[in-house]
Each structure stands twice: as structure tokens, then as C-alpha cells.
């Protein structure tokens, strides 16, 4: 029990501490490589894009919706719904408006109801993969090029497709 | 059939050696307190600290309760409810919880393993006093604009990003509050693996030592990711990072993993000194050995270990896939396994002894059946089909609070009762602490088995309103809560009251506990003890 022995120790056990609050900040980059390799919550990414035949035995409703949060745009859906059959290519337009007489970047993260349905929604593309930015009282149309794939469960008939944009801090127009 | 007679190992030399013990005493005055190195005093000072928050935290819970007693808004506004239930929990958590068991402790460990005092006193010291500083700063929190953090204890991401000032205060003193639990952790470990008396190896530690060696690991492992969890959120909040901000890249539910990594061992750091006071009452009160020593050692390691890979059980909703679902949920079950041998060794100890059931012993059966409950309700949650059910309504309430207030607070309070007599030399009134004991029992239940009524009634948790077929379980629940709290009020009046002219105790209050502090120090315990190590055989 000399004073030298239990330094030591605490020595190594602090060094412990400062690994697992390193580890903490490790986890971002192992979170982010798990859902990559598991194709969890690639939000970002374009779906591959693969022949598929159209079942037009289905007709899918697909809800649009939008949200700008804390953001001074105005941003919709140029029309609010469309009905597509599950494998047919299909065009969406959105329409923003920057209100504030500063440029803002934002960028747009969609959300899907129901949840499970978003697996489903393949974007070929979307202006949700890349940051926004839009000069003073700047109005954009925007389009989501997307297919539902075949495979979307048969009880799923609506597909409400939400986009949020936020603005991205410290790209310029703070308010 | 007749009583078990306990033969001890130890040697039987009550104050042999101590006469020098005496020497030097405390310091007089408030400067005692504030610059003490002794391990009792910080001892005393954690647990007075710990019934002063659990106090702040139990008056907020009689809001959230009031509020709660009609359907409506009547006292507060939402806003104000959600402080109240995120404060409610950090404080009763960080404040209430952690503490009093890290005063049993530094009382205990020292006198239990035959140290002088802890290995490191000065740093002893410096532990506890971060903590008034860090309750302080969360106290504070309330007074700044836009109010306290009403985001929930979790402090869960993207909410902790758009609230005001008050969340600074409370990530700083989240900060605060880790480095103390840190410091006290290494201190702890170093104590426990380098100052133990001449042949008292590990597998002769009472079990409260061990029990508190492994969640001082735990405490090292797993405050720092916390540290780090709320530290990203402090710099998404303020420096532009984006670690939980979707339009940045980042993800809040990235913040849940982290979070809960930290969060699933945290409730073991709760539990397990609690299975400690336990194990040293049961046998007590049973006058008979612990029944399978070695077993509630590696149950208690096993428990720990398996508490690092089941963190997403708390968020099956968050829309993992179901293999993920699947893993968390039998590792889950798995620790029900390890906690399953802890309950029946604690039963097979009780089984065949020659029982008493005074009051620290009925805090310790009440424990038993209590948080056995709520380890059924856990492995009820467990299940990912029921939990996508119950998630977030008053069946979780009820099922954390049976293991928190009936599991930790309980085992709390029978180690306060067990050791009182040895710390002041004085019995507390038997018939008061049983009072207390069965006023908390019943209103204890009363606040909380109805919520499981309540919960899978489908009742949202940290919601202050409620549709009105949910009122007479709720006004049940408030009663409950009031009830319980003023039964606290006759806790701090026993004790006191032992302070101040409680009966002189025994020399062996409790003739079947037969750890170090009983069987080699006189009771009341001196200022310093063991300055000679005592040599156990």
C-alpha cells in the first residue's frame, strides 16, 4: 500500500477515464460506418437505379409535405399529391423562397409515414442530397426524381413524404 | 432444526490498540466540514448532501404529482411541468442516488477492508465538494431565461440543442457531477485493491466492498462517454458542430446510442452498491452466512459486463432493424439470469435462519419484493413487441421506480438504519423506523403499482394532462406521492433524533454481522480507526 503503488494505479484508471471520453467521440465515426454498411438511415445517398417492371396493378398515393424549421423560407410542394404505380419513374417539384435579405444555407431531411414505408421510396434524385443556398429573397424549384420499389408491402397504399429543412449553422445569414 | 451458529474468523480484540486512536480529533466548527480529509466525515457529508437533494428532487416529484391530481392544467404550465420532471430525475439520479451510496462508501469501505482511511484523502475531499457546486449550477438552471432544461433527464438530442441558457448550466454541471464520480471512482478501486488489511484477499471482502469495487469500474468506464455525450451537445449548441444536427450530417439518434451506452451501465451504478447493503443485512438479520459467496461475486461481474451490450433496449423505436431489435433484446433477458442467482442466494440465505426483522432488515425484504418486481416489469420491456407497446407511457414509470426508489432508496435506507448505531453510537427509536418503513411500503405502491394500470392503459409519460378516464388511478398516485413524502419527514426526524439522544447502542447492535467495523471497533467508531491494520485470518 505505498503512496507509490496507489499513484500508479490512479494513474492508469485516469488514463482509462480519458480513453472512454475519447471513446464517446469514436462512436461518432463507428455509427456512421455501421449504418453505411448496413444501409441504415443513408438519407443522403441516391437509391441505384435498376430496371424494374411497373406494377400498375397498384396505385401508391404519395403525400407531400414540407417544413422549414426555424428557417425564414417558404417552402412547399408545387402540387400536395400524386398517385404513381409501385416501379414507375416519377417527378415531384418543391418550390423555396428565401424571405430573409441575407443568403442562408439549409438543407432539406426527409422523414417518411409510415416509418417502414422510407426503405421503399427509392430518390434518384433529390435536393436533399446537397446543402442549399439561396441569395437574398432568391425562389427555387426543386425536383425529387424517385421510384417506389415493387416490393413495398401490400397494406401500405399512402406514402407521406416530409421534408424539414434546417438552416446550417455557421454558413452565413445568421438571424 | 435449531438456529445457526455463526463462528467468526476474526479475532475478537474490541478498541485492542485503539487507546492512541484518540489522539486527535476533528477540527471544531464549519472549517471541520469544509477542509476534512477524513473518510467518515466525507462519509457523512455525502450522505447529508444526498438527503438534501433527495429532498429538493422529492419536492419536485409532489409537483409533477399535484399537477398530475386532476386532469387539466391547473398549477403549472407545460413548460414548467417538463423542468420539474427532467430536473426531478437528474437531481434524484446525480444528486440522490450516486451520492448516498458513494457516503456508504467512504464510511464503510476503510473500516470493511481494515484501511486507515481512503487512498487518496485529500482528492476524498475535493470529490465531494464539486458536488454542491454542480447541485448549485442545476438548482440555477431554473432561474435563467426560458427556465430550466425541460427535455427529460436523458437529455435527449435535437431538444437539447434549441433550449436556452439554463441547458448550459446543466450540461456544465452534468460535467461537474462526472469528474466527482470519476475522482471518487479511482479512489475508490485504488483503496480497495491496494489498502486491504494483511489477509483479507479479494474473496474475503464483505460483499459491499466488492459490490462497490465493480461499480467504481463501471463509474470510470462509463461517465466519461457521458461527459463526452453532453459535451458534443454543448458544442452543436454553441460552436457549430453538428454531431446530432440531421442538417448538418449528424443524427439525434446517434445521441440515444451514446447516451445509452452510458446509461444502461449507470443504472447497474445504481443498483449494484444497493445488492452491497443487502448482502451485509440480509446475513445480519438471518444470523447466518451469505449463501454463495462466490457466486454473488461473479454475478455481480457478470451483471456488469453484460450491462455494456444492451443499451438499445431503451430505444427500440428508434427504427433499427430487427436483428438489431433481436440481439438487445435477449441480451437483455440474459441479465435477468445473474440477477435471478443474487435474489435466490439472498432468499436461500434467509432460508432456515433464525430471522428478526428489525427495521434495516424490513428495508431489505421490501427491497426483495419490490425490486424483484420491477425486474419482472424490466424483462416485461424487454420484449421489443411489448415494448413498441409501452414505450414512453407510465408502465416504464412504474418499472424504473420500483428498481430505483424500491431497489436503490430502499437498500439506502436499510444500510442507514444497519450502520446509524455503529456511526453515533446510538440506537435509533425501533419503533419509529419501522413506522417509516411501513408508511414508505405502502405509499410507495400506492404511487406507483397503479401506474402500470396507467401505462399500459396507453398514459404518456412527462405529459401534464391527461383524458379523464385516467383520473381515478392518478388521484390515487398523487396521494401516494404526497403521503410518501411526508413520511420521509419522520425518516429525518429518527435520525436526528438518534443524533442527538438516541438510546447509547450495544457494542454489537447486531449480533450476526460479523464484518471488520463490527467484530474490531468499538462502537461508536472513532474519529481515526485502523491506523494499525488489523491481520485477518
Known sequence: ?175 | MSAVVHDHDHPHGYGHDHAHDDHHGPRKGLMRWVTTTNHKDIGTLYLWFSFAMFSIGGLMAVGIRLELFSPGLQYMDPDFFNQLTTMHGLIMVFGAIMPVFVGFANWQIPMMIGAPDMAFARLNNWSFWLLPFAATLLVLSFFMPGGAPGVGWTLYAPLTVQMGIGMDLTIFAVHILGMSSILGSINIITTILNMRAPGMTLMKMPLFVWTWLITAYLLVAAMPVLAGAVTMTLTDRHFGTTFFNAAGGGDPVLYQHIFWFFGHPEVYIIALPGFGVISQVIPAFSRKPLFGYASMVYATSAIAIISFIVWAHHMYTVGMPVTGQLFFMYATMIIAVPTGVKVFNWVATMWKGSLTFETPMLFACGFLFMFTLGGFTGLVLAIVPIDIQMHDTYYVVAHFHYVMVAGALFAAFAGVYFWLPKWTGRMYNETLGKWHFWLTLIFFNMIFFVQHFLGMAGMPRRIPDYPLMFETWNKISSIGAFGMGLAQLLFLYVVVQTIRKGEPAPQRPWEGADSLEWTHLPTPVPYHTFETQPVVK
Open chain 1, 1 to 175: 500500500m505505498s503512496a507509490k503503488e496507489n499513484r500508479s494505479l490512479s494513474f492508469r484508471l485516469g488514463v482509462v477515464a480519458l480513453g472512454m471520453f475519447g471513446f464517446a467521440f469514436a462512436l461518432v465515426p463507428f455509427y456512421n460506418q455501421i449504418c453505411a454498411a448496413l444501409g441504415i438511415n443513408q438519407i443522403e445517398r441516391a437509391a441505384e437505379t435498376v430496371n424494374t417492371q411497373v406494377d400498375t396493378s397498384r396505385t401508391i398515393t404519395i403525400e407531400l409535405d414540407s417544413n422549414a424549421h426555424n428557417l425564414p423560407w417558404r417552402f412547399k410542394p408545387v402540387v400536395s399529391e400524386i398517385k404513381v404505380h409501385p416501379g414507375e419513374l416519377a417527378v415531384v417539384e418543391y418550390e423555396i423562397v428565401n424571405a430573409r435579405d441575407a443568403a442562408v444555407t439549409g438543407q432539406a431531411v426527409p422523414s417518411y409515414g409510415p416509418q417502414h414505408a422510407g426503405q421503399y421510396f427509392q430518390k434518384i434524385e433529390c435536393f436533399c442530397f446537397t446543402q442549399q443556398t439561396l441569395a437574398p429573397g432568391e425562389t427555387r424549384r426543386m425536383p425529387v426524381l424517385f421510384v417506389v420499389d415493387p416490393k413495398l408491402p401490400k397494406d401500405v397504399n399512402t406514402i407521406a413524404v416530409s421534408y424539414t429543412f434546417f438552416e446550417v449553422p455557421g454558413r452565413g445569414g445568421k438571424t
